[in-house]
Nanobody, 118 residues
């Protein structure tokens, strides 16, 4: 089992920045690829960013590319999402997830709310 706890959400004005963190506990964190997802009200959950277990490979949804950066610290069992130039359409609950590979996430956090005002 892997337990994931997100933090860092909040209210920010458009153009501002937030940094989300996800703390992992349980099984060896460095064995897992990690992802960030989000779900806006009335919409399906969508992929935001992914990072491989080594941190050497990352990729992003087109909607956040160039604005968001995913990173991980395997020594601290954390994965982060730096979000810059935020837009109102980035408003959502953000979730981190862990899995063996991209697209196969078996563990999810409880989510953290991000609200971007115009």
């Amino acid at each position: 089992q892997v337990q994931l706890v997100e933090s860092g959400g909040g209210l920010v004005q458009a153009g501002g920045s937030l940094r989300l963190s996800c703390a992992a506990s349980g099984r060896t964190f460095s064995n897992y690829a990690m992802g960030w997802f989000r779900q806006a009200p009335g919409k399906d959950r969508e992929f935001v960013a992914h990072i491989s277990w080594t941190g050497s490979n990352t990729f992003y949804a087109d909607s956040v590319k160039g604005r968001f950066t995913i990173s991980r610290d395997n020594a601290k069992n954390t994965v982060s999402l730096q979000m810059n130039n935020l837009k109102p359409q980035d408003t959502a609950v953000y979730y981190c997830a862990a899995g063996a590979v991209y697209g196969s996430y078996g563990y999810w956090g409880q989510g953290t709310q991000v609200t971007v005002s115009s």
